[in-house]
């Protein structure tokens, strides 16, 4: 396995106008939560339907 980072930025949203926090992710009554496009927004995903996998690379905006 890989492990993949996702920036604090992409899963708590703060309220400008009270200053309360939330956390940015659907919780499931099975015990785990959904992060989809919060994943998803941090890291690039290849889906290859020929060959019936997925692969997964981090995101980067630094320049060379």
């Known amino acids: ?3 993949f980072t996702v920036p604090p930025s992409l899963y708590i949203y ?12 659907t919780p499931i009554p099975q015990d ?10 941090s890291i690039y ?10 692969g997964f690379t981090e995101y980067s905006l630094k320049s060379n």
Not at 14 to 25: D, I, V
Not at 32 to 41: P, S
Not at 45 to 54: H, K, T
Request: charged residues 15%; neutral net charge.
């Open 1 to 3: 396995g890989r492990t």
């Open 14 to 25: 703060q309220n400008e106008t009270s200053k309360a926090c939330f956390l940015n992710m």
């Open 32 to 41: 785990y939560w959904v992060w989809g496009q919060l994943l998803l927004q």
């Open 45 to 54: 995903v290849l889906f290859d339907a020929e060959q019936n996998r997925i």
